[in-house]
């Protein structure tokens, strides 16, 4: 699977939009860019996964560039729930394909 | 959304005992489940995948006598910990896919610590 690259951490005001940049230069044809959250002493939760197009649910937006070399994820309106560590994954096809996670950006939203 | 629950949440136990961690799929049938370990301040490691009704494959590095995985069912598969000793205290996780080649996500429980005395 391909290696990610985040920001080890970054700040967020509590209202406003957290961009979270996340780079997978070296992503194959079929691989996936899935976005995870592990809130303290948690399991990780799943935010949302695209392939080539721009996703969007419920939880985030996913901004996947049109070489697919890096992505962004962004929380429209962080508020304090939202602080955790954040992981940027490429996974290829498949449900039995693994999850390898790096180091994550440790998201912290402020007052 | 698809919810995976894990058993028991916390364990404390003495060195030398064996320790049996459960995974349930609780809305969904789990062809694939996962098992991960994690270490204060470090990142989630995968120990072994498990097909239900298939030998698990373990990653390298991780002793396959010592962390026995058992998916006997879609909706269940255990990690037991055989001879648990200080140096295995750690946060065990698993998580749960379904389908066979549709790419859905990993749906994670909510971790079992473990502290081995």
């Known amino acids: 699977d391909a290696k990610t690259t985040q920001p080890t951490s970054m700040d967020c005001a509590e209202g406003r939009a957290a961009n979270l940049p996340c780079n997978h230069s070296t992503i194959s044809g079929n691989e996936y860019v899935y976005w995870y959250r592990q809130i303290h002493s948690q399991g990780p939760q799943y935010i949302i996964h695209g392939l080539k197009n721009n996703e969007t649910n419920e939880m985030a937006s996913l901004i996947i560039t049109e070489d697919r070399k890096s992505s962004t994820l962004i929380l429209p309106h962080a508020t304090l729930r939202d602080t955790a560590v954040y992981y940027c994954?490429?996974?290829?096809?498949?449900?039995?394909?693994?999850?390898?996670f790096g180091t994550g950006t440790r998201l912290q939203v402020t007052l | 959304g698809a919810v995976v629950s894990q058993h028991p949440s916390w364990v404390i136990c003495k060195s030398g005992t064996s320790v049996k961690i459960e995974c349930r799929s609780l809305?969904?049938?789990?062809?694939?489940m996962f098992w991960y370990r994690q270490f204060p301040k470090q990142s989630l490691m995968l120990m072994a995948t498990s097909n239900e009704g298939s030998k698990a494959t373990y990653e390298q590095g991780v002793e396959k006598d010592k962390f026995l995985i058992n998916h006997a069912s879609l909706t269940l598969s255990t990690l037991t910990v055989t001879s648990a000793h200080p140096e295995d205290s750690s946060f065990y996780i698993c998580?749960?896919?379904?389908?066979?080649?549709?790419?859905?996500?990993?749906?994670f429980g909510d971790g079992t610590r473990l502290s081995i005395l």
């Open positions: 809305d969904f049938q789990a062809t694939t």
């Open positions: 994954i490429v996974r290829a096809t498949g449900t039995a394909s693994k999850l390898t």
């Open positions: 998580s749960a896919s379904w389908g066979a080649n549709y790419n859905q996500p990993q749906h």
